[in-house]
């Protein structure tokens, strides 16, 4: 299949080992493909890459609408915040916290927001809670960073033996 090059963006790259001379050259050189755009970059040091994106957005066709306007997630406010705070979670602890962790939001009125962290044995909590509840300071911290402004976070950490291993446990955490 041909390309349409009316349509076609030319990409000149490694634009940081040549001379403005040089790519002069090779922007002339191109011009002959007679394309949309011409846009000199760096993929290594990032020089033009704005000016790429700023290129292929404007010819991006828009896509077909599959929310509505209003909505901002494709998932719901609970789930959303659930797993923003064990994203943080596992963040934080740098991954060294067992996939066994659960977050679960079991109150929402506006603004207070409680999360439950659930672990499965009692030997996790102290991981998850850390020196001083120094790591679920940085936990709250970091996840009330990305909710609305006067979002009140509040994080408990809950015991719930062997969850996994339970059908019951592992719907109601919502996995």
């Known amino acids: 299949e041909r390309v349409d090059m009316r349509q076609a963006i030319v990409v000149v790259n490694k634009t940081d080992c040549a001379t403005p001379s040089q790519i002069a050259k090779m922007l002339v050189a191109a011009s002959t493909l007679d394309a949309q755009a011409y846009v000199p970059v760096s993929a290594r040091t990032g020089d033009g890459l704005e000016t790429l ?14 929310f509505p306007p209003e909505t901002v ?3 719901p406010e609970e789930e959303w915040v659930a797993e923003l705070v064990r994203e943080q979670l596992l963040a934080v602890t ?13 109150e929402w009125e506006w603004p207070h927001i409680r999360v439950d962290i659930v672990v ?9 809670i850390g020196k001083g509840g120094l790591v679920l300071k940085q936990v709250g911290e970091r996840a009330r960073a990305q909710l609305p402004d006067g979002a009140y976070l509040e994080l408990r950490v809950k015991v719930d033996k062997n969850w996994q291993r339970r059908p ?7 996995y």
């Open 53 to 66: 994106v700023d290129e292929l957005i404007a010819r991006a066709p828009e896509g077909p609408q599959f």
């Open 120 to 128: 499965e044995r009692e030997s996790q909590k102290p991981m998850v």
């Open 73 to 75: 997630r494709d998932v």
């Open 94 to 106: 740098r991954d060294e916290l067992p996939y066994s962790i659960a977050t679960r939001v079991v």
């Open 168 to 174: 019951d446990s592992v719907e109601r955490l919502g």
